[in-house]
Nanobody
Framework: QVQLVESGGGLVQPGGSLRLSCKKS????????TAWFRQAPGKERELVAH???????KYADSIMGRFTVSRDNTKNTVYLQMTSLKPEDTDVYYC????????WGQGTQVTVSS
């Protein structure tokens, strides 16, 4: 059974940092890219970052230079290190594997507020 489980969200002050984790299980051959999306109520889901199996990464312009995506294949986990957080980064963050028609985690809430 394929599963993606996110963790690491929470409440943080502007300028602070959080690290999200996406634990992957049930993938027999993991050649897929893993992506982080975010979505606020009433808004479209936005691609934040993704990392391919060869560690090539891509980032949205809105978070460039502040967020870093990485993977630890020994732990089947992909991370999103978020720094210099802004109130507009407040969203539910989702892990995805295999594209929009692939697999999704349940989401983790990130709230940036003073």
């Amino acid at each position: 059974q394929v599963q993606l489980v996110e963790s690491g969200g929470g409440l943080v002050q502007p300028g602070g940092s959080l690290r999200l984790s996406c634990k992957k299980s049930g993938f027999t051959l993991d050649f897929s890219a893993t992506a982080w999306f975010r979505q606020a109520p009433g808004k479209e889901r936005e691609l934040v970052a993704h990392i391919k199996h060869d560690n090539i990464t891509k980032y949205a312009d809105s978070i460039m230079g502040r967020f870093t995506v990485s993977r630890d294949n020994t732990k089947n986990t992909v991370y999103l290190q978020m720094t210099s957080l802004k109130p507009e980064d407040t969203d539910v963050y989702y892990c995805n594997a295999g594209g929009l028609d692939g697999y999704w985690g349940q989401g983790t809430q990130v709230t940036v507020s003073s």
